[in-house]
């Protein structure tokens, strides 16, 4: 009886911190996530660095060796065509 009354945490703050972390991540704008995207997104969450120990550099390097776009980079790409409306559609506008 002893073990199995060890077995069950003082607190709940851990799994309060969980469900808090996944609030943030699960969100109307994002609710289309994969299930192993949430679960990577919480992992990273929950057990993060501190930021400023962070590497970025190698990152940021390794990102834009692979031939993808910096911020800083100038937009790309077709131009967005505007379509002008037909006569009768002038109506409703």
Same mark, same amino acid.
């Given at each position: +009886?002893?073990?199995?009354?060890?077995? *069950?945490?003082?607190?709940?703050?851990?799994?309060?911190?969980? *469900?808090?972390? +996944?609030?943030?991540?699960?969100?109307? $704008?994002?609710?289309?996530?994969?299930?192993?995207? /949430?679960?990577?997104?919480? +992992? /990273?969450?929950?057990?993060?660095?501190?930021?400023?120990?962070?590497?970025?550099? !190698?990152?940021?390097?390794?990102?834009?060796? !692979?031939?993808?776009?910096?911020?800083?980079? !100038?937009? $790309?790409?077709?131009?967005?065509?505007?379509?002008?409306?037909?006569?009768?559609?002038?109506? *409703? /506008?």
């Amino acid at each position: +009886m002893k073990k199995t009354v060890e077995l *069950f945490p003082v607190a709940s703050a851990e799994c309060e911190r969980g *469900f808090s972390a +996944m609030n943030l991540q699960q969100t109307p $704008t994002r609710n289309s996530l994969l299930l192993k995207t /949430i679960s990577s997104l919480l +992992m /990273i969450q929950i057990n993060e660095q501190p930021l400023a120990s962070w590497p970025v550099t !190698k990152y940021v390097v390794s990102w834009l060796q !692979k031939g993808r776009h910096a911020a800083t980079d !100038k937009k $790309t790409g077709k131009p967005t065509v505007v379509i002008e409306a037909k006569h009768s559609s002038r109506l *409703f /506008i």
